[in-house]
Every structure is written in structure tokens, then in C-alpha cells.
């Protein structure tokens, strides 16, 4: 058996399908500098250790959150609930920037980063490390405080280019 002709695969290629299928918690990533908010949405997000409790962060060099939390030091990860997904429509649309706090309920932690009331958790960060990669910054964020705004709700997850929910598993029985 033959397979029809086509074009080889990069791994780049294959990398960014294989991704689509690693779903993960869709994070609204927030500094401010000076008086100005700066957000974006991200899935690059993870735990590192517990000891001391510290966060990882990729940000695109090219973003403008980039400079903002380089410069100030300080970022906060907003993990979001399923009810957030027209916030995350609005981050994601450069077109929208002016929008961005002015919808929804925020407050200003004690970094100066903003919280989102629709967060599920939120993670006030100092920057403890920067790791240059390519067209990204790494960053490393020892939490300095936790807040839980909406710790009851579900959260949104993003995979295969599209937004999900959890659901429970039947306990086997």
C-alpha cells in the first residue's frame, strides 16, 4: 500500500499539533507601570516549586506586557473561570486594548498588578529570574500573595483552538 503524496511534516509543524491536544488553564497574565494596566492571555503558564512557591511565565519579547513587567518586576497570573471568556476575547483582540479595564470587576493588589473579580485564583508575583529562549522571555515569579476572588467556579481551559470545561468523572462503582 502506497500513501497519497505529501508535503513532509516540520517538526515545528508536528510540535504545534501535538500542543493543540495538551489542554490547559487559560490565564490572564496583568501588570501595571506608571498608572497603566497591561494583560494578556496565556496558557504558558505552570507551577515550579512549592518551596519557595514560585510560577513560570512565557511572554513573547514583542508583547508590550513584556517590557512592562520586565521594567516593574511584579506580574499577576489571573487564572480564569468559564464565565471570563469574553474578557479573554477582549485581551486577545489588540483592537480592543482601550477595553481591556474597562469591563469587568478589577481592584490592585499590592504590586500595583491588576486582579480580575472573575478569577479563580490569582498569584501576585516578583520577578525572581528571566531566562531569554528564542522570541520568548521565561519568566520566574515567587508568589508573594494568593488571592481566591471566585474559587467556587469552573475553570476555563483551552485546547484544540477551542474554550472547555471540566466535568466529573463518573466514580467507578
Same mark, same amino acid.
Given at each position: 500500500?502506497?500513501?497519497?503524496?505529501?508535503?513532509?511534516?516540520?517538526?515545528?509543524? =508536528?510540535? *504545534? @499539533?501535538?500542543?493543540?491536544?495538551?489542554?490547559?488553564?487559560?490565564? $490572564?497574565?496583568?501588570? !501595571?507601570?506608571?498608572?497603566?494596566?497591561?494583560?494578556?492571555?496565556?496558557?504558558?503558564?505552570?507551577?515550579?516549586?512549592?518551596?519557595?512557591?514560585t510560577l513560570l511565565i512565557c511572554v513573547n519579547r514583542s508583547a508590550s506586557l513584556f517590557a512592562m513587567i520586565?521594567?516593574?518586576?511584579?506580574?499577576?497570573?489571573?487564572?480564569?473561570?468559564?464565565?471570563?471568556?469574553?474578557?479573554?476575547?477582549?485581551?486577545?483582540?489588540? =483592537?480592543? *486594548? @482601550?477595553?481591556?479595564?474597562?469591563?469587568?470587576?478589577?481592584?490592585? $493588589?499590592?504590586?500595583? !498588578?491588576?486582579?480580575?473579580?472573575?478569577?479563580?485564583v490569582a498569584f501576585d508575583c516578583k520577578v525572581a529570574k528571566i531566562v531569554e529562549w528564542?522570541?520568548?522571555?521565561?519568566?520566574?515569579?515567587?508568589?508573594?500573595?494568593?488571592?481566591?476572588?471566585?474559587?467556587?467556579?469552573?475553570?476555563?481551559?483551552?485546547?484544540?483552538?477551542?474554550?472547555?470545561?471540566?466535568?466529573?468523572?463518573?466514580?467507578?462503582?
Open positions: 500500500m502506497t500513501l497519497p503524496d505529501k508535503a513532509p511534516e516540520t517538526t515545528a509543524d =508536528a510540535y *504545534r @499539533a501535538g500542543m493543540r491536544l495538551l489542554p490547559a488553564s487559560v490565564c $490572564l497574565i496583568t501588570s !501595571s507601570r506608571a498608572g497603566e494596566f497591561g494583560g494578556m492571555i496565556a496558557t504558558a503558564v505552570t507551577s515550579v516549586s512549592s518551596e519557595p512557591p520586565e521594567e516593574t518586576g511584579s506580574f499577576c497570573v489571573n487564572v480564569l473561570a468559564t464565565a471570563a471568556v469574553p474578557l479573554v476575547e477582549m485581551f486577545s483582540n489588540s =483592537a480592543r *486594548r @482601550a477595553e481591556r479595564f474597562q469591563s469587568g470587576d478589577w481592584s490592585t $493588589l499590592a504590586s500595583g !498588578s491588576p486582579l480580575c473579580a472573575d478569577a479563580l528564542h522570541s520568548h522571555g521565561i519568566f520566574l515569579g515567587e508568589v508573594c500573595a494568593v488571592h481566591h476572588p471566585r474559587a467556587e467556579a469552573a475553570p476555563l481551559l483551552y485546547m484544540d483552538r477551542r474554550f472547555h470545561h471540566l466535568t466529573d468523572l463518573p466514580v467507578p462503582g
